[in-house]
Nanobody, 119 residues
Framework: QVQLVESGGGLVQAGGSLRLSCAAS????????MNWYRQAPGNARELVAT???????NYADSVKGRFTISRDNAKNTVYLQMNNLKPEDTAVYYC?????????????WGQGTQVTVSS
């Protein structure tokens, strides 16, 4: 089995920064794409950023220029550096990854970490 464990959420004032981390552990052969999603109350879960194993990245328009996704393949960890945070960034942030296990590609989610941005 695989676990994704997020950390780094919290309360920050508008304009501030936070860095989220997500570490994968368990029976892992290779991790393909790693993603960050977020879900605000009353809203659907939305994709925030994606990074491939080779390091190519993609971002939602709402976070371009403010958020940076990165990963450390040796540590099976993905990061999300969030700068110039806005109240509308308030949400539960979820880590998500496509992981090869025993010749099967499976998708996993973390438990989520709360990010709250005060105005």
């Amino acid at each position: 089995q695989v676990q994704l464990v997020e950390s780094g959420g919290g309360l920050v004032q508008a304009g501030g920064s936070l860095r989220l981390s997500c570490a994968a552990s368990g029976t892992i052969f290779v991790i393909n794409n790693m993603n960050w999603y977020r879900q605000a109350p009353g809203n659907a879960r939305e994709l925030v950023a994606t990074i491939t194993r080779s390091g190519s990245t993609n971002y939602a328009d709402s976070v371009k220029g403010r958020f940076t996704i990165s990963r450390d393949n040796a540590k099976n960890t993905v990061y999300l550096q969030m700068n110039n945070l806005k109240p509308e960034d308030t949400a539960v942030y979820y880590c998500n990854a496509d992981i090869w296990q025993n010749s099967r590609l499976k998708n996993y989610w973390g438990q989520g970490t709360q990010v709250t941005v005060s105005s």
